[in-house]
Structure formats: structure tokens, C-alpha cells
């Protein structure tokens, strides 16, 4: 994103440089061509994947030079954890309901509290010391 002048210039490029990458996989593995009218006919939540896609590589181009590698990484699998308590407990996507309990609220507190810790705990980092000036006192 730096280097094309825009995140969003980043993540489009990334995306294209998949997208190259996958068709040659396509052909040598000789996959059939999609079946797009089942596509078209099953859930509205098919298609959110490759909108979601984009935002994370949006998100990653533009967060990871703020919160470093390990800060966003542990953003993402917290989020990630949160979500699938989420969509288990409600059954979402055909999947067998599996109710929030205390040991799942627990673990995905403790993810929480990695994004935290690796953060920096919230502790501010002393600002540096300016580099000390030559004089010129009592110097030839």
C-alpha cells in the first residue's frame, strides 16, 4: 500500500496476484467449471466471503504497520474466535448449535486478553531520548 501510494492500491493488488495464481491452479488441476446457478439460489451468505476477503486484506494493509504484525494477527484470531462462539451458539451456516458456556466465554477472554498483553498492556513507551549535540566548547 506504501509502495502504490494507497492501501486500497495494495489490497487490489494482492487480490489480482490470487487471482493469477489461482486460474493456473485451475487449469492444472483440471477443476470443472462452477456450477453458478446453485450459487445463485443458495443462501445470501455465499457470496459475503469474498467482500470479507477484501476487507481483511483492506484491513491488513492499512492496521498492520499500526499495530505491528503480532498485534493485528492476534486481532484477527480474537475476532475470529469471537465470531465462531457466535455462530456456533446460534447454529448459523447448518451447523449443529453449540450454546455459549462459561469455558468458551473464558477462552475467548483470554484471546482478548493476548491482544492486550502483546499490545503492550496499555503501557505507554518512554518516549526517546534526543541524541546529544556535538560542542564545539573547548574543541580546536
Known amino acids: ?3 502504490l501510494g494507497h492501501p486500497f492500491w495494495g ?3 494482492s487480490l489480482i496476484i490470487s487471482l493469477a495464481g489461482m486460474v493456473p491452479m485451475l487449469i492444472l488441476t ?5 456450477n453458478f446457478a446453485n450459487a445463485f439460489h443458495g443462501p445470501w451468505w455465499l457470496w459475503i466471503g469474498g467482500v470479507l476477503g477484501a476487507f481483511y486484506v483492506i484491513s491488513a494493509t ?15 484470531v480474537a475476532g475470529q474466535m469471537v465470531m ?3 455462530v456456533d451458539h446460534f447454529g448459523l451456516m447448518g451447523l449443529e ?10 477462552g ?3 484471546i482478548l486478553g ?6 503492550g498492556g496499555g503501557v505507554k513507551k518512554p518516549a526517546a531520548l534526543p541524541a546529544p549535540v556535538a560542542s564545539s566548547v573547548g574543541l580546536p
Do not use: E, H, S
Request: no cysteine; hydrophobic share 60%; aromatic share 4%.
Open 1 to 3: 500500500g506504501r509502495a
Open 11 to 13: 489490497a487490489t493488488t
Open 114 to 119: 493476548g491482544v492486550f498483553l502483546i499490545q
Open 30 to 34: 483440471k477443476a470443472p467449471m462452477p
Open 62 to 76: 492499512i492496521l498492520t504497520p499500526r499495530l505491528g504484525a503480532g498485534g493485528f494477527l492476534v486481532a484477527v
Open 108 to 110: 475467548v477472554l483470554l
Open 84 to 86: 465462531a462462539v457466535l
Open 97 to 106: 448449535p453449540k450454546p455459549i458456556n462459561l469455558m468458551r466465554v473464558l
